[in-house]
């Protein structure tokens, strides 16, 4: 039976993770413990899920903006990833809005899509969810540079 075009984005997403993320415990991919979650061929998107962890709360016990976005960067890297097909896809900017906190026990649910692909710009855009409430916690517009492969 051949792979439709969806199944074979899941495969590739899977497989660009796996072999492109480094295994190192102490690693920040590792740490965070991003997991691959869902993705959508027709609109281009990809979803990834972060579990909010003790040590990624600040003072106030909620998450340490910059791991949000730090989720919301790798998230969109991936998508850029995949519609580019090119491995090498810098971030030239990254505007992150916080709207509400990310709660311990909970995960982050982070949405990436990509906006326009061109041959050496993406621009994606990405919602950043609580898993158990579905609450929008961030939002954000990002550009990657198509720099090789």
């Known amino acids: 039976m051949e792979e439709t075009m969806q199944e074979k984005m899941e495969r590739e997403i ?3 993770m796996e ?13 965070m413990q991003v997991e691959f979650y ?6 281009k998107s990809v979803t990834l899920r972060f579990p ?6 600040n003072h106030m016990a909620t998450m340490h903006g910059g791991l949000i976005a730090a989720a919301i960067d790798t998230t969109c890297g991936v998508i850029v990833r995949s519609v580019s097909k090119n491995q090498i896809i810098p971030t030239i900017n990254l505007n992150v809005n916080y709207l509400s906190p990310g709660m ?3 995960a982050l649910l982070v949405t990436a ?4 692909a061109g041959q050496r710009i993406c621009s994606v855009h990405a919602q950043c969810c609580s898993q158990k409430t579905g609450q929008l916690i961030a939002t954000a517009t990002a550009n990657f540079m198509i720099a090789g492969s």
């Open 14 to 16: 899977r497989e660009s």
């Open 19 to 31: 072999r492109l993320y480094p295994k190192a415990p102490d690693h920040l991919y590792n740490k």
């Open 38 to 43: 869902s993705c959508n061929y027709e609109k």
């Open 52 to 57: 909010i962890q003790s040590w990624e709360l």
């Open 104 to 106: 311990a026990q909970d």
């Open 113 to 116: 899509k990509t906006d326009r």
